[in-house]
């Protein structure tokens, strides 16, 4: 994680990373103001904190309440040698606590990820850079041994000169790389989070058999989300942006719908327009990128190759963003290399959904054939030591598709995930399957899956799939679990060269009757495809494009930003709209307008129905404010301190509404509850002098929206690249 530091008056220090800042000073005796703890202050409490955290972990996953459990911690001080020191964490726990639960909160203690830190000892590198902003050595691992060359199937470079090779690009692109998290708790298993260390929000896992490969993994999608700009889906990309040269990549082309809305010629082929448009409902307006949010500039398209003639087709870039997400894109060290990531993706995710939606049984691997990966099965073997059963499954659907499945089930609560890995080779398949499963993922994580069921409604339910697709965490038929199979186990095989591989992985397509549009995009300097198959690679229905497009944020975005300016009159056409578009009211306004705002503020927490609610207490609407409040408070998931506010809130309206009673007879005890501060808000937005309370206020221009700026930082990156590279001028 990278720091920074900056010096504020006096000794008074500020530290920022992520969405956080935290100030330090020094006591008056050592010439400081005293106004915040010292920084060895701050790493004494994290130890202690860190300890705290894991006891609360430890009591949450086994439903013990916290309330009568008490920790501290003491730092003793060898008098002879300041910098010796014990650090003493005791823990005060409830007479009738289980002695197997008082042991088990201990050793939870034992794992404060602080402590081990210390103990292990970190190694300090100081050294002095010509600017901060600039130096893009990347932040990852140590250098590996000279000479080192470890070869794994399907790289055509070893994994040291891959890790070196992309850790040049982001160099190239001024972009610092970090490793945020590790996790190897079973064996040949290993994942690791890494994010931009400037605009966290840009961030991939990795997942490998070994921590090379596992990097590996986690920059080539680094590599793959950034040149396919899955990094800013959704978002604004700014004014300068959505103004300049080229909004998406120099060699966009831009589409004018045509008399009534209708598609414009030049997008989409006759084959796509049956799928996207069967019905003639979708308009051009339904396609306008909402990510430069530039509707007199018309629709931005991107062009792809339809593999089966090499013809260009322009595909809009809205359509790709509403549609596919990350599903497709893959860097490589070579294009076939990458080819075959994305084309193995692509069937796991069909495969995985048509054996989720039918709930078909998948054969068992037998255990003489498991046996031949003596790594994978040891990997197996851990987990069902720490009391979760494995199955791992053939899920090739009868040597048609090169799918493997490897499912966990969880005892303690009932869950179950099923994880797919797709690849020609079916023991790379095999491998991915239980790296996927433990990808970022501790054994307390493996708690959070969904038990199966028999409601075939549940499982076929097109969100079931999307929630699949980000994060496992959706449901699984009963039925995946009968012994009886619906089809028979194959040992298949589909390898060779990558570039066999890859023929061999569109001929599959192409026996299936589908169509493969590919882009490939180099401008980073690592080859990276993109492939879509209309039909069949989609994660959202074709529906959302007509009725939950991304680009409804452009009918928000502007007067949301400018909230505090609008006169009444707009205010009032803002609800409207809100009203009419029949928006799910727990949506929050980041989603909606496509704005990264800082989740640790009022503008972070912000949903529709608050937005209403302000709205409503701005204009004097009072009955319902009240009706909305009443529903706030019965959902809420905000803050304390919001929450309390709005009860306020309620209190006063209903004195307001109610003609026999005076507010002035309840305030002395309403200060009291709720502190005069609080009141004194509360009061003033239901007299309408306070408008939008906590909102503090911004504009078009994302004045204040640090994190959301920092994001556009990083693209603007991309965009200069890319610019120089085609002799654009931004």
Request: hydrophobic share 40%; aromatic share 10%.
């Amino acid at each position: 994680m990278e720091i920074k530091v900056n010096y504020l008056d006096n000794l008074r220090l500020e530290a920022k990373f992520d969405d956080f800042t935290v100030i330090s000073d020094q006591p008056i005796r050592y010439k400081g103001d005293g106004s915040a703890p010292g920084p060895f202050d701050y790493f004494l409490a994290s130890s202690a904190m860190c300890a705290a955290y894991f006891v609360k972990v430890y009591c949450n996953a086994r439903n013990i309440p916290t309330e009568n459990i008490r920790l501290s911690q003491n730092n003793i001080v060898d008098p002879e040698n300041r910098y010796k020191q014990i650090f003493k964490i005791q823990v005060e726990l409830p007479e009738d606590l289980s002695a197997k639960d008082r042991e088990g909160i201990l050793r939870s203690i034992e794992r404060c990820t602080v402590k081990k830190v210390v103990q292990t000892g970190p190694e300090f590198q100081i050294e002095t850079v010509e600017n901060l902003d600039e130096d893009a050595q990347a932040l990852l691992m140590a250098e590996p041994e000279e000479g080192a060359s470890t070869w794994i199937e399907g790289k055509d470079l070893p994994l040291e000169q891959t890790i070196a090779n992309m850790t040049g690009l982001f160099e190239a692109l001024g972009m610092k790389v970090e490793i945020a998290s590790w996790r190897n708790i079973v064996p040949h298993v290993w994942s690791l989070h890494i994010r931009d260390a400037a605009s966290p929000m840009c961030f991939t896992n990795g997942k490998g058999a070994t921590k090379e490969s596992a990097l590996c993994s986690a920059l080539g999608e680094f590599i793959e989300r950034l040149s396919c700009n899955f990094f800013y889906n959704d978002q604004f990309f700014g004014e300068e942006i959505a103004g300049s040269a080229f909004v998406h990549y120099p060699n966009e082309e831009w589409f004018q719908p045509g008399p009534n809305d209708a598609l414009p010629e030049g997008i989409l082929d006759d084959h796509c327009r049956a799928i996207y448009d069967p019905d003639g409902e979708l308009g051009g307006s339904n396609l306008i990128d909402t990510n430069s949010g530039k509707v007199e500039r018309g629709i931005v398209a991107l062009p792809y190759v339809r593999q089966s003639d090499g013809v260009t087709v322009y595909f809009p870039s809205n359509l790709i963003e509403n549609l596919f997400l990350s599903n497709g894109m893959s860097a490589g060290n070579t294009l076939p290399e990458a080819q075959v990531q994305c084309l193995s993706e692509i069937f796991e995710r069909a495969v995985k959904r048509e054996i989720l939606e039918q709930e078909l049984t998948l054969p068992d691997v037998p255990m003489a054939v498991l046996e031949k990966y003596p790594d994978i099965l040891e990997g197996v073997e851990a987990l069902e030591a720490q009391g979760f059963p494995v199955l791992v499954k053939d899920a090739s659907l009868g040597g048609r598709f090169p799918v493997m499945c490897v499912t966990l089930m969880n005892p303690k609560t009932g869950g179950v995930f099923a994880s797919f890995g797709a690849h020609p080779s079916f023991e790379v398949a095999l491998e991915r399957s239980l790296t996927e499963l433990m990808q970022g993922r501790s054994f307390e994580g493996l708690n959070d899956f969904l038990p199966p069921t028999f409601n075939s409604l549940a499982v076929s339910e097109p969100n079931n799939f999307v929630e699949h697709f980000i994060d496992s965490s959706g449901v699984v038929s009963w039925r995946f679990f009968s012994s009886k199979a619906d089809v028979e186990f194959v040992e298949w095989d589909f390898s060779g060269t990558n570039d066999e591989e890859a023929a061999g992985l569109f001929g599959i397509l192409e026996e299936l009757g589908l169509e493969a549009y590919m882009a490939v995009h180099e401008d980073l300097g690592a080859p990276v495809c993109r492939i879509l198959v209309p039909g069949y690679s989609e994660v959202y229905p074709v529906e959302d494009l007509v009725w939950d497009n991304t680009n409804k944020a452009l009918l928000f975005r502007e007067d949301i930003l400018h909230l505090h300016e609008l006169s009444d009159e707009r205010l009032a056409e803002l609800l409207e709209r809100l009203e009419e578009t029949q928006i799910d009211d727990h949506e929050d306004i980041i989603t909606l307008i496509g704005i990264e705002f800082d989740e640790n503020t009022v503008w972070g927490q912000l949903t529709i129905l608050e937005l209403k609610l302000l709205i409503n207490l701005a204009l004097g609407q009072h009955e319902e404010a009240l009706d909305r409040v009443q529903m706030f408070l019965q959902f809420n998931d905000n803050t304390v301190e919001r929450g309390l506010f709005y009860q306020a809130v309620n209190a006063v309206l209903e004195i307001a509404l109610d003609d026999e009673l005076e507010l002035d007879d309840y305030l002395y005890n309403f200060t009291r509850m709720f502190g005069e501060q609080t009141m004194q808000s509360v009061v003033g937005s239901v007299n309408g002098e306070v408008r939008f309370h906590g909102l503090t206020p911004t504009n078009m221009q994302l004045e204040g929206l640090e994190k959301h700026q920092r994001l556009i930082e990083s693209y603007k990156k991309l965009h200069a690249a890319r610019a120089a590279r085609a002799g654009v001028a931004v």
